[in-house]
């Protein structure tokens, strides 16, 4: 971000200290939109690009599951094609608008604000830090609300850009100008509260999930168990996550080695960008606790919800998350999941798995090991009941309806 948009930043933060004034935190206007036929929402989302993570996919969703006649949507993406733009062309209008990270001019603002004005939709939503800050700026005078969503946690922020940092804080000093601060975590929300974000702009939804996508498969168990040349009987734990420091695979490998001393016959699969033998810095990890025979790296994958159907057991390392998408998609498909006590994970995994320390090799290892003892009739009921809890409290449905009653508010509002 140029000097010259941080000198406007600055002038118009000074303007929006004398604009707070609070709101409810929840949708309190008229009925869902999914309830009113008659009723159409044009909705224009800002995002500062399409790669492949959680905030990315959560737009993906949130596009499939409001559909046309009653919603519209299109989507302004900050940076260049990238590998989720054909799958949001399906459900939204696209534009790239292909600027360079963190080199944004006034310029860029004023090509979005034209680009808003020729959108003329109801509402905008800015989804992840630069794009809130573009956004508020591009609409700043405009008559249609705006929110921001949040998916981030700032529990590992030491690990984020210095960039990013610096655009954190400034979101805190813009925090009022959205009529919401949409967070997917209550732990993200009270993290940003505690950094400056407005408070009295807080709405909480969280991740939503196909649950018929991710469900238990027998059949796709067998065939990527195979395709891995992993026996049948074996016991698989794997991780889905892009190697990333706050994903903390060395955390993962150093609790794998401890858990092959008692458990010799166990595989593990590691699933993600980056997860692969070309990446020295995995490579490493792996060599380091003598894993490399026992794991096996798939790289990303698009098949996720077959890959979770060869798991005995799923597990999450990380040492901070805000909804880790990875946890409830497991926990879908009838897997039992081990993870660190980051973001939401205690209120999604509830009783039906284990909640470890975080940066705790040896605890996760040991939950490993409860769920291990369960044997594999233990661990389908445990999974069942996961299953049964993501479907009552987390299925893309509900979501959705949050979603509409968010929006039509909104919109009632001004």
């Known amino acids: 971000m140029n000097t010259g948009i941080l000198h406007a930043l600055h002038e118009a933060r000074d303007e929006s200290r004398h604009r707070d004034n609070p709101i409810p935190a929840t949708p309190e206007h008229g009925a869902s939109l999914l309830e009113q036929p008659s009723r159409h929402m044009k909705i224009c989302h800002v995002i500062t690009g399409l790669g492949s993570g959680g905030a990315e996919i ?51 603002v004023l090509r ?11 509402l905008v939503h800015a989804w992840m830090y630069h794009a809130h800050l573009l956004t508020t700026l591009a609409v700043w005078g405009e008559r249609e609300p705006h929110l921001w969503s949040v998916h981030h946690s700032l ?3 030491a690990t984020d850009k210095r960039l990013t940092r610096v655009v954190i804080r400034m979101n805190a000093w813009f925090s009022t ?7 997917a975590s209550r732990v993200s929300a009270s993290q940003h509260e505690a950094c400056g974000f407005c408070k009295a702009r807080t709405a909480v939804i969280p991740n939503g999930y196909d649950t018929t996508a991710f469900a238990p498969n027998p059949d796709e168990r067998a065939r990527v168990r195979a395709s891995l040349d992993v026996p049948e009987d074996a016991l698989v734990i794997g991780l889905v996550a892009r190697v990333h420091p706050t994903k903390d695979h060395a955390n993962f490998c150093s609790a794998a080695r401890l858990f092959l001393d008692s458990h010799p ?25 003598g894993l490399r025979t026992r794991v096996r790296l798939l790289g990303r994958r698009t098949d996720v919800p077959a890959v979770n159907a060869a798991f005995d057991i799923a597990t999450l390392s990380s040492r901070g998350e805000a909804f880790p998408n990875a946890v409830a998609e ?43 003892a369960l044997g594999a009739e233990g661990r ?6 996961a299953r049964r809890r993501i479907i009552e409290h987390y299925a893309n449905g509900i979501r959705a309806h949050r979603y509409a009653d968010l929006y039509s508010s909104l919109v009632l509002e001004h």
Request: hydrophobic share 40%.
């Open 58 to 108: 959560a737009l993906c969703r949130l596009l499939e599951s409001l559909r046309p006649p009653r919603f519209e949507h299109s989507v302004i993406v900050l940076g260049s094609e990238a590998a989720l733009s054909e799958r949001v062309a399906e459900s939204a209008t696209v534009h790239h608008l292909g600027m360079r990270p963190g080199r944004a001019g006034p310029r860029d």
């Open 112 to 122: 979005l604000r034209q680009m808003l004005r020729r959108e003329g939709a109801d």
């Open 155 to 157: 529990s590992d922020v």
């Open 177 to 183: 100008r959205p009529q919401r601060i949409l967070y």
């Open 265 to 289: 016959d166990t595989f593990f699969v590691l699933v993600g960008d980056g997860t692969s033998m070309d990446n020295p810095e995995l490579a490493a990890l792996l060599d380091a606790a």
């Open 330 to 372: 497991a926990m879908a498909c009838g897997v039992p999941c081990v993870a660190t006590n980051v973001g939401d994970v205690p209120e999604i995994v509830g009783d039906t798995g284990k909640v470890v320390p975080p940066r705790d090799s040896a605890a996760l290892s040991a939950g490993w090991s409860k769920l291990a």
């Open 380 to 385: 389908r009921a445990l999974g069942l009941r």
